[in-house]
């Protein structure tokens, strides 16, 4: 008898860990031609989701990067992403006094004159929880796209940041 419930137990802690979803993930970010423009990683931490960001083989300067609602990453302009990831319904952009896009990050990344840049932000305003009403997997996934320019903050709907430029897509 005490062996049934504890296999139980053991079954019933699976299938909770499984509904939170993956503690982790890690996507490829790939350029308009082709090239692999680095990745991101998605991590649960208790104040949201720490989001590192490593670039390579982007244009030298500051570049915009949002999470998209749609799980599409299609060249050569990345337009199937669609708009912010924003199940809010806020206006854009962290200086914005409506609130921000749960897709969007508290400042761009800078990119060297090698050509690579990195940033980790922790966000809470999404959830790798499938449940989750701000879940990067409602309806099939997201994706983190990467914008030709740097991020105002405060224009909508993208922050004045331009085309796409890169783009990885965000699924369970």
Known sequence: MRLR?????????????????????????????????G?????????????????????????????????????????GAGPHFNPDGKKHGYMNAMGHHNGDFPKSVSVGEDHTGEATFVLDSISLDPKASNSLFLNGGTSIVVHEKADDEKTDPSGASGNRIACGVIKN
Request: proline content about 4%; glycine content about 8%.
């Open 5 to 37: 419930w504890v296999a139980g137990f053991g079954l019933a802690m699976a299938m909770t860990a499984a509904a939170q979803g993956p503690k982790e993930i890690k996507v490829k970010l790939t350029s308009s031609s082709g090239q692999d423009a």
């Open 39 to 79: 990745t991101a990683t998605f991590k649960t931490v208790k104040k949201g989701v720490k989001v590192s960001i490593n670039l390579k083989n982007i244009p030298f300067g500051d570049h915009a990067v949002h999470i998209h609602q749609n799980a599409v990453c299609d060249v050569p302009d990345f337009k």
